[in-house]
């Protein structure tokens, strides 16, 4: 962890974190940039779900220590999904691309708190787990 003068802006973190730690699947920069193990759970679940996850950060909008964050994903369904209720889907093998809009604290350059609302709709209904009538 980065202390003092190194500390990264809090945007920096969230980018770092988007792009290097859930989008490109760096366990070591995870647990370096999140210090919530209820995010770094769900980002776990989440590229055992569809491992070949990619991030694509719209934007980023930063007051003080909170950033939000507009951004898409896309994957593949390869792995069983678990949510956080322990609901397991089996993998489908189809893609998907959706948005997310969410919002992180960041306190000495750590995520320590967060929002986030995945399209699980567009997710769900790409990989076939719903069907829309």
Known sequence: ??????????KDVVRRYLELAL????PELLDE???????????????RAFPDLTIQVHRLIGE????AAYV??????AGPYINAAGTEYPPTGT?????????YQVDDGRIVDF??????I?????TGRLTLR
Do not use: Y
């Open 33 to 47: 940039l999140v210090q919530s193990d209820d995010l770094k759970d769900g980002v776990r679940r989440f590229r």
């Open 115 to 120: 929002w986030l609302n995945w399209d699980w």
């Open 122 to 126: 567009e997710i769900f209904g790409a």
């Open 95 to 103: 893609a998907f691309e959706a948005d997310c809009v969410a919002m």
């Open 72 to 77: 898409t994903g896309t994957g593949t369904s």
């Open 64 to 67: 003080a220590n909170i950033v």
């Open 1 to 10: 962890m980065r202390r003092g003068c190194d500390l990264l802006e809090p």
């Open 23 to 26: 989008g490109a699947d760096n």
